[in-house]
């Protein structure tokens, strides 16, 4: 069966990184988008970035960029999410989702890993 397993978080610095990974089995990785969404307490879940096939990206949060990067080793069956100069405001749950063209409908969702930006 399809599974999304999120791997990586923890409590970090303000100006600090992470880099989360986002395991994929049950499907052949190379044929879909996998997009990173996240959800901070009382607020909405948003998209963060969403990385197709292809290797092209989109950038779903305009609050990210600059800072976060995402890319795939379809070899390693693996999406990650890089994170620099973290803000506390990146405090989240983060999920990695399997779409077909980043499309913001994901059909399949990992369980997230937390992540908290905190002096």
């Known amino acids: 069966q399809v599974q999304l397993v999120e791997s990586g978080g923890g409590l970090v610095q303000p100006g600090g990184s992470l880099r989360l990974s986002c395991a994929a089995s049950?499907?052949?990785?190379?044929?879909?988008?996998i997009g990173w969404f996240r959800q901070a307490p009382g607020k909405e879940r948003e998209g963060v970035l969403c990385i197709r096939s292809s290797g092209s990206t989109t950038l779903y949060a305009d609050s990210v960029k600059g800072r976060f990067t995402i890319s795939r080793d379809n070899a390693k069956n693996t999406v990650y999410l890089q994170m620099n100069s973290l803000k506390p405001e990146d405090t989240a749950v983060y999920y990695c989702?399997?779409?077909?063209?980043?499309?913001?409908?994901?059909?399949?969702w990992g369980q997230g890993t937390q992540v908290t930006v905190s002096s």
């Open positions: 049950g499907f052949t990785l190379d044929y879909y988008a």
């Open positions: 989702a399997r779409d077909r063209r980043c499309t913001r409908n994901p059909d399949y």
